[in-house]
């Protein structure tokens, strides 16, 4: 139980700091791995994302992480619920797209050797990642996420249990990055799917974030006993400070989710202009074939053969015609 007896300003947003060892440990390790598995990949002339997909992975995937731990958000984080719901947020959203925006399986695919693509790939297209990021599964669990964990014994556990806030907050991570991964599909994917089913998928969610922040709003206090024990005297009151969390739950989740939506309609977007090239070419090669083809049977031997089988008529243009032959026929 972490109680605070500072109030938080906005000045404390920026001067409120924590050590928090999962936080630090885990986006070193992964700013370093995409850091060295970048410059590997550059050294062997792999064909890599733009600078901008690695800085977003750098600054919004792991420098975000970071912050909700070492930060004021990790800070406050037992303190007030609205907090947590802000912290909560961030992780299964924002730091998730930042991660998965920065295409890190391309990137280490392309630090890899020929042995190493080989078993990766052979991973990507094993039955467990193509059942993982079959879309239902990952928007599921992206849903039920949250609903879990404000609704059961896992929200208050969280608060009173180190071990299970850190073992939650690198869980929120990986559901989130699961998402955006077999949704953004900017990484190889073991089956593509049309990002139509993704917008439609996404105007779900957005429904289903309202209506999480209206029961929160209108229900129960949250882990009442556990705030309660915290004895915090300054700020909002319990019933105050849940409205304020599920206001974020509701509005920034759809905020937090424009981006995603902007990305999925640009990739909507090149894959219909990607398929209708496809088509394209295709009409172009069967026109070039058929022309082909007339070419050769105007030749002087095609027109010799075709004056040998084809039936001699009057020109009149009902005696060619299957049905009205018979009937017109000249008697």
Known sequence: MNCIDTPLTVGSLLTAWQWDAPAVVLTVLVGAGYGWAWFAAKRKGADLPGSGRAICFGVVGVGLWLYTGVGALGVYSDTLFWVRALQTLLLLYLVAFGLAAGMPLTVL???????????????LNSRLVTG?????????AILLTPWLLYFSPWYESVLRNGLIDATTRIALVCIGFLYFYSRLQADPVPRRYSQAVSLLITVIESLADGILGIVVWLGPILAAGYYAQVGRTWGPSQRMDQTAGAGILWLLGDVLGIPFA???????????????????????????????A????????????????????TGLWWESDPQLSQRFRRR
């Open 294 to 313: 007339a070419i050769r049977d105007d030749s002087p031997e095609s027109g010799a053969r075709r004056s040998e089988v084809a039936p001699q008529t």
């Open 262 to 292: 902007l990305m999925l309609m640009r990739a909507w977007s090149d894959d219909e202009r990607r398929k209708a090239a496809e088509v394209d070419a295709e009409l172009d090669a069967v026109a070039a074939h058929t022309e082909t």
């Open 132 to 140: 993982l990021t079959f879309p239902l599964v990952p928007s599921a």
């Open 109 to 123: 695919r392309g630090a890899l050797g020929e042995t190493g693509r080989a078993r990766m790939d052979r991973m």
